[in-house]
């Protein structure tokens, strides 16, 4: 069977520089996607075009759109960048200027091109899960994510705030306050299917 080897992290994008490169229907969804889960992101867009609801969205969130076709300046002192234009020529033109500056680069629906994938995610208060397909299957990281959506309770933020409380007043070294932290979580879990017995 084949295994998904990449290395999943979350990253503080209100601390990094995003570049969007591309106005249109996907720039839109990546820029959707990446404001719904970091609404402080620091982004920039290029394009010689924006779609009404691009313009919409980046001006709410106070987004600097650049009207202008892409060249590499637009690269500097940036961190990430996502390529989203219907031209296979300057999205490949993307990925090897990110890749000469070691900037990490996604190219839309090009998996070859591409540092990172944009996952499905599920967020309820301090607990995020992120899902991967291996960028295989968008479809079934969709179908993935409305299934933990339902399944993880709406007061798992209040469950994670007590435990953090908690952890304050555990006594002993890191290894002592771990172990008790298990201990005491697995008791919750083990209530919680006795419940649905």
């Known amino acids: 069977m084949e295994r998904n080897e990449l290395y999943p992290v979350f990253l503080k994008v209100s601390n990094l520089n995003i570049l969007i490169v591309g106005g249109g229907n996907v720039a839109l969804e990546k820029l959707t996607f990446l404001l719904k889960s970091s609404p402080n992101a620091q982004v920039e867009m290029v394009s010689p075009f924006y779609r009404e609801e691009t313009i919409a ?7 600097v759109m650049h009207l202008s076709d892409y060249n590499k300046s637009f690269l500097k002192s940036k961190h990430m960048v996502v390529a989203t234009t219907d031209k296979v020529e300057v999205n490949e033109q993307v990925y090897h200027d ?25 967020t ?24 933990f959506e339902d399944v993880i309770p709406e007061n798992i933020d209040d469950l994670v705030k007590n435990l953090n409380e908690f952890r304050k007043t555990i006594k002993g ?20 299917d006795k419940d649905t017995e």
């Open 98 to 122: 990110c890749r000469a500056e070691s900037i990490l680069v996604n190219v839309a629906d090009n998996p070859p091109f591409c540092d990172f994938y944009m996952g499905g995610i599920v």
């Open 173 to 192: 070294d890191f290894e002592e306050k771990v172990e008790t932290l298990n201990e005491f979580t697995k008791g919750l879990v083990s209530k919680k």
């Open 57 to 63: 969205l980046a001006t709410k969130f106070g987004i």
């Open 124 to 147: 309820k208060g301090n607990v995020k899960v992120a899902i991967s397909t291996n960028g295989k299957s968008p479809t079934t990281a969709k179908r993935l994510r409305q299934f």
